[in-house]
């Protein structure tokens, strides 16, 4: 039997998880893993979990309303004196977010840590912020020389006027085209547009979740991705395909069982895959982030062309998630991906000290 490493020794992980954004449950299932992957083999002597509940509306949950929430079966009881702040701050170590969506994955909680002066898991506010909003996300990549589809940036106050705005849309980009809210996520608020009356449609639906718009010029293209780890040094995972059976990769083809599918390793030619994995290194340098992150591209087979799509900082970590998919196509457990990031989390940590003290 190997001696238990005490407790005091252990590093004590601040797990947060569910929050305010759309993809709520996802976290769940995402933190699910971590926590798993955080149990598993030497991480078991090395981590003690802290579980912190975020509610839908904000209200920060620990303890045995936490360990519930996690097994999903979550208690909803709405309660206003609950705090909306972690106050366990002095038992955590490091911070481990996987909150997807605005207010986890936007620069908000990573401001929170930033604060708090301690180290978490990911990358910062500004990585975070950047790589969350379209807008800034395709300026960003667009002042690094990224391959980019066609866009035209609006703003919901611009539906003032919104002959001037579908008229800027049908001279810069023609149709088909795709619509979308700049800061939300999981395809929510987007749709295809084929004619105006569509794309004011279209516009009108996105401007109720949020101000900034993007329209994009609709490709007919592959969907792949890939992953990244590491900070200054950054590593890119083997490539992966998402296949799906409807339009467009939707809401529902993403969280309904059956009409999506990865293909790990996606089955491109090996010029098309390293270029892939130099581009997904150049986009998460684009937007500043570190840590990790999954950078997702359109490829069109005719003239092998790529474009950026996005970046998502925080992207799904769940068992049947391709961010820790494509890791273990790697060479890297989930086991180890959690130590590896944790790890970054503490690094980077002490050099912002070491900086900001000299
Ligand atoms: N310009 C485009 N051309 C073709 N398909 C697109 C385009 N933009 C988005 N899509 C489809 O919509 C999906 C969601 O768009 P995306 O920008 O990735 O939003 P989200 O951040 O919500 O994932 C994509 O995975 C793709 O299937
Ligand atoms: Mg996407």
């Known amino acids: 039997m190997p001696n ?4 005091s020794v252990a590093t004590r992980v601040g797990l ?66 609950l705090p909306r702040l972690p106050t366990t701050a002095r038992q955590v170590d490091v911070w481990f977010p996987v909150l997807h969506g605005p207010n986890g994955e936007d620069g908000t909680v990573q401001g929170l840590f930033t604060l708090l002066d301690q180290p978490f898991v990911g990358t910062g506010v500004l990585g975070a912020a950047v790589g969350m909003d379209k807008q800034a996300m395709k300026a960003a990549f667009a002042a690094a020389g990224l391959p980019q589809v066609r866009y035209v940036c609006a703003t919901a106050d611009g539906l003032a006027h919104p002959d ?16 979308k809210p700049a800061n939300l996520g999981s395809s929510v608020g987007i749709s295809k547009a084929g004619d105006r009356g569509a794309l004011l449609t279209g516009l009108r639906a996105a401007a109720r979740l949020d ?11 592959r969907e792949l991705e890939c992953a990244v780890l590491g900070d200054g040094n950054l590593n890119a995972s083997v490539v992966g395909e998402i296949l799906y059976d409807t ?14 599918s990865l293909v790990i390793p996606a089955s491109v030619p090996p010029s098309v895959r390293d270029q892939v994995r130099r581009l997904a290194i150049r986009a998460t340098q684009a937007v500043g982030a570190y840590g990790l992150g999954r950078v997702d591209f ?3 087979e005719k003239g092998r062309t790529l474009y950026v799509n ?7 970590f769940t068992s049947q998630s ?22 970054l989390a503490q690094v980077r940590h002490q050099r912002r000290n070491f900086t900001s003290a000299h």
């Not at 060479?331 to 991906?337: R, S």
């Open 298 to 300: 359109f490829y069109q």
């Open 310 to 316: 996005e970046i998502n900082t925080m992207p799904g």
């Open 322 to 343: 391709m961010y820790p998919l494509l890791w273990q196509a790697s060479g890297v457990t989930t086991e180890e991906l959690v130590h590896r990031l944790i790890e």
């Open 16 to 81: 947060v998880f569910g929050g305010r954004s759309g993809e709520h449950e996802v976290s769940i299932r995402s933190a699910r893993t971590v926590a798993e992957a955080l149990s598993t083999g030497a991480n078991r002597q090395r981590y003690r979990i802290i579980l912190h509940y975020v509610t839908r509306d904000g209200r920060w949950i620990v303890g045995d309303g936490a360990t519930a929430a996690l097994s999903g079966t979550i208690p909803v009881t709405p309660d206003d004196r």
């Open 164 to 179: 001037e705005l579908v008229n800027r849309v049908e001279q810069h980009l023609g149709y088909p085209c795709f619509v």
């Open 4 to 7: 238990p490493v005490p407790q």
């Open 211 to 221: 101000n900034r718009l993007v329209v994009e010029t609709a490709v007919t293209a």
């Open 247 to 260: 339009a467009w990769y939707d809401y529902t083809t993403k969280y309904s069982p059956g009409h999506s």
